[in-house]
T-cell receptor, first 115, second 117 residues
Framework: DTEVTQTPKHLVMGMTNKKSLKCEQH?????MYWYKQKAKKPPELMFV???????INESVPSRFSPECPNSSLLNLHLHALQPEDSALYLC??????????????FGPGTRLTVT | AQKVTQAQTEISVVEKEDVTLDCVYE???????LFWYKQPPSGELVFLIR????DEQNEISGRYSWNFQKSTSSFNFTITASQVVDSAVYFC??????????????WGLGTSLAVNP
């Protein structure tokens, strides 16, 4: 069983809706990540939180808003999305982000469809 | 520039065959880390292995083995006696130690493995 959980598993939303994706990890990790993955492509990094502070924003449109309420939780708030934002959204965590040598553990993902 | 190449887009084998997935990387750094992940149809990315640039020992874990060769910048993955449950997309990824704050994973495009009964 994964130790990174994500809710919901599936989400269908209209372009005017506001919704949130949630992620929780129970491994005591201090780095958490959001990725977007389109079909048949590798994951694309969106955001990295390190010690609950935003470390990396990969020039993601403002209609995606991340939040890290504490070291175990990561949210992604969605507003006014476009159909091309439909994808699998993956959350991951790793021990720290200070070096590149820690593997990331992924959650099962949220499959988002924007209509 | 950093780059990871998985030249095999799709591989199809019959159960019990051995199969090798290739991964070739490019990096300017002397200290770096290589990873393999498995993504079954369910979608979750599963971590398989991490290897650092100073450790060229091959690794074996059950039916899985990895061959790291710095001379050819390759980190290949072999599944022995493949099973239907091995059907998945496999990603190779690279991380550099001295990339500053831009220490993200560089992913290959993945190899889709189909193991047929």
């Amino acid at each position: 069983d994964t130790e990174v959980t994500q809710t919901p598993k599936h989400l269908v939303m209209g372009m005017t809706n506001k919704k949130s994706l949630k992620c929780e990890q129970h491994m005591g990790h201090r780095a958490m990540y959001w990725y977007k993955q389109k079909a048949k492509k590798p994951p694309e990094l969106m955001f990295v939180y390190s010690y609950e502070k935003l470390s990396i924003n990969e020039s993601v449109p403002s209609r995606f808003s991340p939040e890290c309420p504490n070291s175990s939780l990561l949210n992604l708030h969605l507003h006014a999305l476009q159909p091309e934002d439909s994808a699998l959204y993956l959350c991951a965590s790793s021990q720290v982000f200070s070096r590149g040598d820690y593997e990331q553990y992924f959650g099962p993902g949220t499959r988002l469809t924007v209509t | 520039a950093q780059k990871v190449t998985q030249a095999q887009t799709e591989i199809s084998v019959v159960e019990k065959e051995d199969v090798t997935l290739d991964c070739v990387y490019e990096t300017r750094d002397t200290t770096y880390y290589l990873f393999w992940y498995k993504q079954p149809p369910s979608g979750e990315l599963v971590f398989l292995i991490r290897r650092n640039s100073f450790d060229e020992q091959n690794e074996i874990s059950g039916r899985y083995s990895w061959n790291f060769q710095k001379s050819t910048s390759s980190f290949n993955f072999t599944i022995t006696a493949s099973q239907v449950v091995d059907s998945a997309v496999y990603f190779c990824a690279l991380s550099e130690a001295n990339a500053g704050n831009n220490r993200k994973l560089i992913w290959g495009l993945g190899t889709s493995l189909a193991v047929n009964p």
